[in-house]
């Protein structure tokens, strides 16, 4: 019994079709994409907040802060050499969140090798990397603050580019 709904489709139908797919698909890839789907990084922008000036800083020795409120512990560091994210008139200040964003431990500074460090499962997170994960369970790399220096040399937090553990959203 022969079903008069079908539609013979030959080979070179076939293929012809499967070829306009693939072309559509593949004008689709390279059309220029909006700004907000070419940034790599959720950073939240947070109203301008003074966390310290850079003469309270010491070389690569951590300054405790609160960012984006004070429920958000933190750290400034002046690492002596321009870091990804660094600001300031060398490059080299930085601030990232002490949470670890595995399981919200409290972390340490490691100035040997300028990584924060997690005490429960052993995450550790290189500062002169813009936080970037160099070991252990967090499956995010850490949130690092967005900062500006002033010509009085005030240091700004304005954003962070990850999510902070322990919230849905960085919104505060």
């Known amino acids: ?13 076939f293929l012809r079709g499967g070829l306009v797919a693939g072309a559509g698909a593949a004008a689709t890839s390279f059309m220029p994409q909006p700004v907000h789907a070419q940034t790599a990084l959720a950073r939240v922008d947070y109203p301008s907040n003074r966390l310290a000036n850079i003469a309270d800083l010491n070389e690569n020795e951590p300054l405790d802060i609160a960012y984006p409120d004070d429920d958000s512990p933190g750290v400034l560091l002046k690492l002596g050499q321009r ?38 499962h052993y995450s550790r997170f290189d500062v002169e990397k813009g936080g970037q994960q160099v070991w252990g369970q967090a499956t995010q790399n850490l949130p690092q603050f967005t900062l500006r220096v002033d010509e009085n040399g005030d240091i700004f937090g304005e954003g962070v580019d990850e999510l902070l553990y322990g919230r849905v959203s960085n919104v505060l």
Do not use: W
Request: proline fraction near 6%; include cysteine; charged fraction near 25%.
């Open 83 to 120: 870091v990804e994210g660094g600001a300031g008139p060398d490059g080299d200040v930085v601030g990232f969140s002490v949470i670890c964003p595995h399981k919200g431990f409290y972390m340490n500074y490691n100035a040997d090798d300028r990584t924060l460090n997690c005490p429960g």
């Open 1 to 13: 019994m022969k079903c008069s709904r079908l539609v013979d489709v030959g080979r070179r139908q």
